[in-house]
């Protein structure tokens, strides 16, 4: 089984996924990671150079790739949830876990940051976080298995959380 972390950015995927691998030893697959090697650009140069709907398709391909995988912790890009098929292949073998926080820690932390190229260039990137983190977390919802919430709870609990579901 592979624990798939989804949810929106700066939520704290990669930091719970680094955590989850450690003390599961299990390895720690990241989607975004594959995508900047496969293409030899980081997202923010694909974004620019291609758009984002290159970035879509091949982030949907490496999606269904490393649906293959087996225990290891799978840590998706926000935008997963925006292609349907996306989610039928990490569920395959996916225990989907919601890595949500709320939104004022979302924009404290995903504001400054200039990797994160914004996905809609006309809005201002507050806006631009509002409107995606409205569209997208009903997503997130529906699609989980299970919730961690990293602005009322440490990454080290959202881990105990999760290992604890886990192992029930
Ligand atoms: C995206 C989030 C990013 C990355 C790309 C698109 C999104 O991943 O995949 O910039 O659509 O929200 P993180 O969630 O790891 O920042």
């Given at each position: 089984?592979?624990?798939?972390?989804?949810?929106?950015?700066?939520?704290?995927?990669?930091?719970?996924?680094?955590?989850?691998?450690?003390?599961?030893?299990?390895?720690?697959?990241?989607?975004?990671?594959?995508?900047?090697k496969q293409e030899n650009k980081t997202v923010q140069e694909i974004?620019?150079?291609?758009?984002?709907?290159?970035?879509?398709?091949?982030?949907?391909?490496?999606?269904?790739?490393?649906?293959?995988?087996?225990?290891?912790?799978?840590?998706?890009?926000?935008?997963?949830?925006?292609?349907?098929?996306?989610?039928?292949?990490?569920?395959?073998?996916?225990?989907?876990?919601?890595?949500?926080?709320?939104?004022?820690?979302?924009?404290?932390?995903?504001?400054?940051?200039?990797?994160?190229?914004?996905?809609?260039?006309?809005?201002?990137?507050?806006?631009?976080?509002?409107?995606?983190?409205?569209?997208?977390?009903?997503?997130?919802?529906?699609?989980?298995?299970?919730?961690?919430?990293?602005?009322?709870?440490?990454?080290?609990?959202?881990?105990?959380?999760?290992?604890?579901?886990?192992?029930?």
């Amino acid at each position: 089984m592979n624990i798939v972390l989804i949810g929106f950015r700066g939520a704290g995927k990669s930091s719970l996924a680094e955590i989850l691998s450690k003390k599961l030893s299990m390895k720690v697959i990241s989607s975004d990671d594959l995508i900047e090697k496969q293409e030899n650009k980081t997202v923010q140069e694909i974004v620019v150079e291609n758009g984002w709907k290159y970035f879509r398709e091949v982030e949907a391909s490496i999606i269904e790739k490393i649906s293959d995988e087996d225990e290891s912790v799978i840590d998706t890009g926000g935008g997963v949830v925006e292609n349907p098929l996306n989610i039928d292949h990490l569920r395959i073998r996916g225990f989907l876990v919601y890595v949500s926080a709320g939104l004022k820690d979302i924009k404290n932390r995903v504001m400054h940051d200039s990797t994160r190229p914004k996905l809609n260039p006309l809005l201002n990137i507050e806006d631009d976080i509002v409107f995606a983190f409205n569209r997208r977390a009903p997503m997130y919802e529906e699609f989980m298995d299970f919730r961690v919430n990293t602005s009322t709870h440490s990454i080290e609990e959202c881990a105990q959380q999760i290992i604890k579901e886990i192992e029930k």
